[in-house]
């Protein structure tokens, strides 16, 4: 399985290449899972409707009035366009969201502190198998956004760390997190691989700030738990390759 977790900027960027390299995994059998963020439109939404907008190291801070929007951005508005961007590439695309029937279980990572976020605690093996029928040829893509539903109802995700709960429980062989930088920059540089050692060094310089600091820490955790190959980049096949 490849799991592939694209951020809301990364979403109007792709290019034809991307479109065609998951059509080429697919045909080659892969399972392709891609998990959508939406992150800048939840905010510039937020603040058209006088909503808070804060986050803290990269993670929303989640009133219910945010999470009312963040899940209409989602699932309603987010998810939709980038489906039908797909099939417009051809790809057929399995919609998957806390409406349909959620992927993810999640309990909640700091109430006091994030309001309504969850951290994932599981994922729905039989929706998950769906894609394990791609052979079926009628929907060899999932596509999935971050929301899970929680203790009292739905709760929102990073999606990062949402992409590493699912690379991490299906044991897929890698994680590609496109973002809209070609990688970790150091000097307007890509670092081609980098270590924890390295990242932390380079995050304590201030080097590596603000959303590019949750999303390592996702990746490091998913490559401690066995997904192998994980990259950083706005483009496949490129970017920085993470390691050990
Ligand atoms: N050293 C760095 N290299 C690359 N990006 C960095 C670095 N430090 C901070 N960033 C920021 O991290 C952002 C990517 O994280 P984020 O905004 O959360 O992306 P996404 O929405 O794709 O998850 C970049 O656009 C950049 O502004
Ligand atoms: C709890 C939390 O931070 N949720 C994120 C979910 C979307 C996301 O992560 O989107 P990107 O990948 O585009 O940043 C949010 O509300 O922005």
Redesign the pocket.
């Known amino acids: 399985m490849i799991v592939i ?6 979403i109007s960027q792709l290019k034809d290449d991307f479109f065609h390299q998951v059509k080429e995994w697919t045909k080659e059998g892969q399972q392709v899972v891609i998990l ?5 439109l ?2 510039s939404t937020c603040a058209f409707f006088d909503l808070p907008t804060e ?1 803290i190291d ?3 801070v ?1 009133p219910p009035s ?1 999470l009312a929007l ?1 899940s209409h951005l ?1 699932t309603n508005v987010i998810q939709p366009h980038f489906q039908n961007q797909l099939a417009q590439a051809g790809i057929s695309a399995l919609a998957v969201n806390q409406e349909a029937g959620p992927l993810f279980t999640a309990d909640y ?1 700091d109430q006091d502190a ?1 309001g309504e ?1 969850g951290e994932v605690t599981g994922i729905d093996e039989a929706v998950l198998a769906e894609v394990s029928q791609a052979g079926n040829g009628q929907n060899p893509v999932l596509l999935v ?2 929301l899970a539903i929680g203790p009292n109802g739905p709760l ?5 760390s ?1 992409a590493q709960a699912l690379a991490t429980m299906a044991s897929a062989d890698q994680l590609i997190l496109l973002t809209d930088v070609p990688g970790v920059l150091v000097n307007e540089e890509v670092v081609t691989a980098l270590n924890p050692l390295k990242a932390n060094q380079l995050i304590d310089q201030e080097l590596i700030t603000a ?1 590019m600091v949750p999303k390592l820490q996702a990746a490091f955790s998913a490559l401690h738990h066995g997904v192998h190959k994980i990259t950083i980049t706005n483009h496949l096949g490129q970017g920085t390759k993470l390691e050990l």
């Open positions: 977790k694209i951020g809301g900027n990364a959508h963020g939406g992150g800048q939840i905010s986050k990269g993670i929303r989640t945010v963040t989602l990572l994030y976020v956004n971050s929102n995700v990073n999606a990062d949402a959303g």
